[in-house]
T-cell receptor
C-alpha cells in the first residue's frame, strides 16, 4: 500500500501567484481531508469530502481557497491568489468509512500524507 | 478556544522508563479519540484509538486511558525507546470524521 501521496513536497511561490496542491488518497478510502499546520494554530481542518462530495468546508479560510475531488483517487487544493500568511504545511489524509452504532460502532482513523510545505514570499 | 489541549509542550524521559502524555478536551460530544506520532518532514502516523464505550485500549507498548468524567485521556508508552522521540498529537471527534487536534507534545527519549 503506497499510502496517501501528496505533491509537490515543497512549493515556493511569490505573493499573488496561483498554487495547486495535489493528493492521491489510499485506494478504497472514501473520505478525504485537507489539513493545514502552522506554528500558531497547529493542525486545523480545512475541508473534507465523502465519496467525492464536499461535506464541511467551514475551515477554508477565505474565498481564495478552493478544493475539488473530481474522482475517488484525486483531490486538489488551490490558493488563488496566494499570500505570505498562507505559508504552512498542508496535509491530505484519507480514511475508510465508519460503520455501525453503539457497541458495534467502528470508526476509522485518518491516514496522512507527508505534506506539502508551502512558502509564499 | 481550544477544544483539545495538550498542556505539556515537551517531555523528556529516560530510555526504558514510562512516558505519559496527557490530553484534555472540553466538548462532551467527543466520543472517539486518536493518538498520532509525527517525525520531522513526515505526516502524522496513527498510533492508537479509543472510543467512549471503553476506558482503556492497549496495543503493544502503547496504552490509551480515557476518563470521560474528567474529559481526560492519556497515552502510556512503556518501555520508552529512543525511536519514540517525536511529536505526539491527540485528536478527538464527535462524528468519527471531523477531528480536532491538540497542539502536540514533543517527547524526547534519552538513551
Amino acid at each position: 500500500d503506497a499510502g496517501v501521496i501528496q505533491s509537490p513536497r515543497h512549493e515556493v511561490t511569490e505573493m499573488g501567484q496561483e498554487v495547486t496542491l495535489r493528493c492521491k488518497p489510499i485506494s478504497g478510502h472514501n473520505s478525504l481531508f485537507w489539513y493545514r499546520q502552522t506554528m500558531m494554530r497547529g493542525l486545523e481542518l480545512l475541508i473534507y469530502f465523502n465519496n467525492n462530495v464536499p461535506i464541511d468546508d467551514s475551515g477554508m479560510p477565505e474565498d481564495r481557497f478552493s478544493a475539488k475531488m473530481p474522482n475517488a483517487s484525486f483531490s486538489t487544493l488551490k490558493i488563488q491568489p496566494s499570500e505570505p500568511r498562507d505559508s504552512a504545511v498542508y496535509f491530505c489524509a484519507s480514511s475508510l468509512p465508519g460503520s455501525g452504532t453503539g457497541l458495534l460502532q467502528y470508526n476509522s482513523p485518518l491516514h496522512f500524507g507527508n505534506g506539502t510545505r508551502l512558502t509564499v514570499t | 478556544d481550544q477544544q483539545v489541549k495538550q498542556n505539556s509542550p515537551s517531555l523528556s524521559v529516560q530510555e526504558g522508563r514510562i512516558s505519559i502524555l496527557n490530553c484534555d478536551y472540553t466538548n462532551s460530544m467527543f466520543d472517539y479519540f486518536l493518538w498520532y506520532k509525527k517525525y520531522p518532514a513526515e505526516g502524522p502516523t496513527f498510533l492508537i484509538s479509543i472510543s467512549s464505550i471503553k476506558d482503556k485500549n492497549e496495543d503493544g507498548r502503547f496504552t490509551v486511558f480515557l476518563n470521560k468524567s474528567a474529559k481526560h485521556l492519556s497515552l502510556h508508552i512503556v518501555p520508552s525507546q529512543p525511536g519514540d522521540s517525536a511529536v505526539y498529537f491527540c485528536a478527538a471527534s464527535g462524528d468519527g470524521q471531523n477531528f480536532v487536534f491538540g497542539p502536540g507534545t514533543r517527547l524526547s527519549v534519552l538513551p
